[in-house]
């Protein structure tokens, strides 16, 4: 028994110790910063600033046509999606009305020219007699007047005529452009009324292989937009295709909503395939901005503070994101990620204007906070424009979960938007 009770003793003991020695590789482990946190290193690179809105797509021209007469539809000659070509029928409207007014005014104008040539008759026979004395002067004058007043009547006739011939013809509705009927208002048999409102009946877009695309941008970006720039899009129907576009105008009427006020941004767009659709939402991006060959670190990085920041100092004896400015500014918000960036195609001695950052840079086992100077951001990666990092730094972004004396989680010293 005494030798069975040194054998569970020495295993216990042993067991201790194994236990005893995993504990405290973990725990050296978790507070190796390789393990601890997640790295990467600082790298030079391209980035892009971006301007971001929704916009409709829209044909070029869109006419809508419509009609100056009323009446009841009496032949439907087109339909969704048809094609016509300029002077084509579309659609007829009962003329019965309109077709007994023009021959009313028809019949008005032969009237007046009997009138014309009975009045014409008169005033040769007063100017033969007027010739040998047999009538007075006076009555001379009035037969001249009333040839006058009856060639007026033949002219007024003949005007109300033509109106009446025209309301007629305006009774067959034909399209005006050679185009693609993408809406049509009007069913066989329905009654439209043209007062002080002309109804629309059809609408044709005039040419599918060019689009326009209508969105509206914050007055924060419009700075930065400029006649000419490409903008990138997707749409819905293909959310794995990029279509590409030219800022066209910028229009000077602004738009305000509950105190927002956006400009709208027209885009030309072709569309040779004609995939693209009236009325697609289109999600807009306009690079505003672009630096090539600058240090770009990940914005994760700048997002990033070790729960024992508080005791670390930033190199260069500069303040932390936390205290850099009364409002907490994030990366970014310097050179025009608000819509307020620096000019472009500043000159490359040229100081630009920059928000201040911290990252957090191993060296040997600890980690050493390193101030920094913002650029613009992609919301990806953010460019440096100052400070002492250097290409191949290795920057932490973020903390591996388990890890840390305390437990706690890292805290968020700067919050991207």
Known sequence: MKQIGKI????????????????????????????????????????????SANGTLNPVVLISVGTQVSGTVRKLYVDFNDKVKKGQVMLELDDALVSATERQSAANVINAQATLELAQANEARMKSLIAQEYVSKQEYDQSTQALKSARAQVALA???????RANLNFTVIRSPVDGVVIDRVV????TVAASFQTPTLIKIA???????????????????????QKARFTVDAFPSRSFIGDVQQIRL???NQQNVVTYNVR???????????????????????????????????????????????????????????????????????DGSAAKAGAGKGKKRESQSGTVYVLTGEELKPVSVQLGITDNRNTEIVGGELKEG??????????????????????RMF
């Open 8 to 51: 569970l003793l020495g295993v216990t003991v042993i067991a201790g110790l194994i236990g005893g020695g995993v504990w405290y590789s973990k725990q050296r482990a978790a507070h190796n910063p390789e393990t601890r946190y997640k790295l990467a290193a600082v790298e030079k690179g391209d980035v892009t600033q971006t301007v």
């Open 158 to 164: 003949r005007a109300q005529n033509e109106r009446d």
């Open 187 to 190: 069913d066989l048999g329905q």
């Open 206 to 228: 005039q040419d599918l292989s060019e689009m326009r695309i209508d969105t509206s941008f914050a007055e924060a970006d419009i700075g930065n937009i400029r006649e000419g």
């Open 253 to 255: 009427n602004p738009t």
């Open 267 to 337: 885009i030309n767009v072709a569309n040779p395939e004609q995939v693209l659709l009236p009325g697609m939402t289109a999600y807009v991006n306009i690079g505003v901005q672009k630096r090539e060959g600058v240090l770009l670190v990940p914005n994760a990085a700048l997002r990033f503070k070790p729960a024992d920041a508080g005791e670390k100092k930033p190199e260069n004896g500069q303040k932390s994101p936390s205290t850099a400015g009364p409002s907490g500014v994030g990366p970014g918000m310097g050179a025009g990620a």
């Open 393 to 414: 730094d290795r920057i932490v972004t973020g903390e591996n979960g388990g890890g840390g004396q305390s437990g706690k989680p890292s805290s968020v010293g700067m």
